[in-house]
């Protein structure tokens, strides 16, 4: 049956990531490595980061519903142009490709499979607290159910609002990759975006979960405050797109464009990537770097850590 392996992380994009020595005549690799670096595997894009049937829509009349599988494989074929055609050439980047480059960082967010279990256990714990109301107020005295009825009175809506949530939570996760993609899509557009690059030999890394959404500013605070939302102004998200290219988007009105960053912040930004991995990172060679493993605080704001060092060694030559 076709289209049954649907992967989270596109083959497309892995691809830029595959092993520049691979010998001739094998399928080119990726390198595997569990998030805690100990162990590492060659492996081919296809051949990792999938779930079957993990966008598909199941039909009463047992057909399969594959638009949203064919809506993301549509997204993928125009990143992989951008990123061969424009950003691998340091071409500008322009209004309609700059909004499918948008689409697609939001799609890496919302399709990962880290990212969807994480709000399917969110889902089905209010399910779960709502129908344990429910239960209750059903084990309530009549006399007591009719005076909650009567105040606030009953209302369809509410009870049409506990069905459509129910429904979503027990339906295909396909809507809310969807739903998820056009709720961000206008907050990432207005976004400052920039293409971080490196010409270091191992580069940027990526993983089972690439794109990151990290708040610098937040370290200080409770672990369960730190999660970054889209309006939250010192908000960082990053999308790694080759070993020699990163994505970064931020608020703000500094410049955007392609912006060469030295080795230490290469370094600090593969950490991160890493951290956030779900189980895997995925390096272009057998090799991994002790200070992606270092614990404690992270860099705070590296992007203007990077823009006061550069004004700073301007001041210094004048």
Not at 233 to 243: D, G, M, N, V
Request: glycine share 6%; charged share 25%; net charge positive.
């Amino acid at each position: 049956m076709k289209h049954k392996k649907q992967h989270w992380v596109p083959r497309s994009y892995l691809a830029a990531w595959c092993d520049p020595a691979t010998p001739e005549g094998q399928t080119p690799y990726v390198w595997r490595f569990a998030k805690d670096g100990k162990s590492s595997k060659r492996k081919a894009p296809k051949n990792i980061f999938h779930e079957t049937d993990l966008y598909t829509i199941s039909l009463d009349d047992g057909r399969r519903e594959l638009a949203v599988e064919q809506g993301l494989a549509e997204l993928e074929s125009e990143f992989v142009r951008i990123r061969n055609d424009v950003l691998a050439t340091a071409k500008s980047l322009e209004g309609r490709d700059h909004m499918l480059l948008c689409a697609y960082v939001a799609a890496m967010q919302a399709r990962s499979l880290p990212h969807l279990n994480h709000w399917k256990k969110q889902f089905q714990g209010a399910l779960a607290r709502m129908d344990e109301m429910r239960k209750s107020m059903r084990a309530r005295p009549p006399e007591e159910r009719a005076a909650r009825r009567a105040y606030p009175p009953a209302s369809s809506t509410t009870s049409a609002s506990y069905e459509d949530f129910k429904t979503s939570v027990e339906g295909p996760v396909a809507q809310w990759v969807v739903f998820a993609i056009e709720t961000q899509l206008p907050w990432l557009i207005q976004m400052r975006l920039r293409v971080l690059t490196t010409d270091d030999d191992v580069g940027f890394i990526t993983s089972d979960r690439p794109c990151v959404w990290f708040d610098p500013e937040a370290y200080r605070l409770p672990w369960h405050l730190r999660s970054p939302g889209l309006a939250v102004s010192t908000i960082e998200i990053t999308l790694p797109i080759s070993p020699t290219q990163m994505l970064l988007l931020t608020h703000g009105t500094e410049g955007g464009g392609h912006v060469p960053v030295p080795r230490w912040q290469v370094d600090e930004l593969n950490r991160r990537t890493r951290f956030h991995a779900d189980e895997y990172f995925v390096v272009n060679r057998n090799e991994t770097k002790r200070v992606w493993f270092k614990s404690g605080r992270p860099l705070r704001n590296a992007w203007r850590q990077h823009r006061r060092s550069k004004t700073l060694g301007r001041s210094a030559g004048a």
